[in-house]
């Protein structure tokens, strides 16, 4: 265990994080290490923010030319950087979004899609699915499922409702007039790593349109080539009204986005005033956000992500373990749910060298980095079926 630097973070730090006994002080590609040296093949990438991986030089080159140029500029001016990464965001974001409102987290860009909901349909229902996480502030927090993250914060904002995932006749049966959005996750992450059904999601989106609600996916983990495609809406046909966009969006600095389709754009409510952030598409993090969309269509890391993710769900199905229930997931974000609770055995991974995620009580959620090699999933892989003998 680390110096006494560990003490001085538990005596000034909130106390809201539960942390493992590990003080991580340098990363390379999928590894990390400790202050005393020890290495730890990434299974966490930062919840899910380390797509590109750790320590990449284009970044830190990018960061490092971008702040001796200019590091804030709010978007009461124009901006070079910023106005190239709505560019290239228009690009490579999925059909028909092509406007975007550039924000710091996750937890903002659902914030800010309910509200563009709001203004755009004049109505306040929400729907959410169980299981769902959309972030922590009140808004987003409103939508996450879990009623141990949302109770001891009631009351919340009105009108939010949930139904159950991958239920067309719960949808159906709730989606009414004053709808103004259904908010899903195609992979359910934090919440268990549960995959949306094709015929679901296209029916979801063909009740929004008939109803007059607006469809929002939240993109925020399964986002930049983790499910392997760049964007998991590729694998359902969907497009989105609202596509929730944060974590790898910048390679590791904060940043998030609420991509924003056409009839957000012609329903002729947005108005100037009506949201903004000072921190939001500041050119620092654009800076890192376009050199990370180079090395994602550079480095092919979307289809790297599909390859290694079939081939890890195939050696953990082979697996002949009684802890084990089912494998699930797409690309690399992989839930192994469990029989038994998963906090020790996150530990014991963590003894051996793995750093990995809970999803719920008792699955445990894998994340490298997308650029992790062969050598090391499979080490890491090695190392799970193991723990999970
Ligand atoms: C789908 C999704 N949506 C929104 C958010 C909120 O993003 P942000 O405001 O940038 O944190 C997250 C965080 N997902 C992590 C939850 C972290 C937490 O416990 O809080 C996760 O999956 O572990 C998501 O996974």
Redesign the pocket.
């Known amino acids: 265990m680390g110096t006494n630097l560990v003490e001085i973070e538990n005596q000034y730090t909130s106390g809201v994080y539960g942390k493992r006994p590990v003080e991580i002080v340098r990363g390379q590609g999928a590894l990390l290490w400790d202050a005393e040296g020890r290495r730890y093949i990434d299974c966490m990438a930062g919840?899910?923010v380390a797509n590109i991986g750790h320590g990449r030089t284009e970044i830190a080159a990018a960061l490092a030319a971008q702040a001796q140029r200019l590091t804030t500029c709010p978007e009461v001016v124009y901006n070079d950087v910023r106005a190239r990464l709505l560019e290239r965001l228009a690009q490579v974001t999925p059909e028909g979004l092509n406007n975007f409102f550039l924000c710091n987290?996750?937890?903002?860009?659902?914030e800010g899609a309910f509200k563009f909901a709001r203004l755009v349909t004049g109505r306040t229902g929400i729907i959410a699915t169980l299981r769902?996480?959309?972030?922590?502030?009140m808004g987003?927090l409103s939508a996450t499922w879990e009623k141990h993250y949302r109770e001891p914060f009631a009351p919340l904002i009105p009108d939010v409702s949930h139904i159950r995932y991958n239920d067309l006749n719960a949808a159906a049966n709730a989606i009414t007039e004053d709808t103004a959005a259904v908010i899903i996750?195609l992979v359910?992450?934090?919440g268990g790593v549960h995959v949306a059904q094709e015929e679901y999601v296209q029916g979801l989106a063909a009740l929004c349109r008939e109803r007059g609600a607006l469809l929002i996916i939240?993109?925020?983990?399964?986002g930049f080539g983790r499910t392997g495609t760049l964007f998991a809406c590729e694998q359902y046909g969907v497009q989105p009204a609202i596509l929730?966009l944060?974590?790898s969006l910048a390679g590791g600095v904060?940043m998030?986005a609420v991509c924003l389709g056409t009839r957000v754009m012609e329903s002729g409510h947005i108005s100037k005033g009506s949201h903004g952030s000072t921190f939001g598409g500041n050119p620092l993090a654009c800076a890192a956000a376009l050199a990370t969309l180079e090395i994602l269509e550079h480095e092919e890391l979307a289809n790297r992500a599909a390859a290694l993710g079939a081939h890890a769900q195939q050696r953990l199905r082979s697996m002949q373990s009684p802890l084990v229930r089912e494998v699930r997931g797409r690309g690399l974000l992989i839930g192994i749910e469990l029989t038994k609770r998963v906090q020790p055995y996150l530990e014991a991974l963590c003894e051996r060298g793995v750093l990995a995620?809970p999803?719920g009580a008792n699955v445990l959620?894998l994340l490298p980095p997308l650029v992790i090699d062969q050598t090391q999933l499979d080490e890491a892989l090695d190392i799970v079926q193991e723990v999970l003998r």
């Open positions: 919840h899910g987290s996750g937890t903002e860009a659902v769902g996480f959309h972030g922590r502030s987003a996750e359910q992450a934090e939240d993109e925020i983990q399964t929730c944060a974590k904060p998030g995620l999803a959620r």
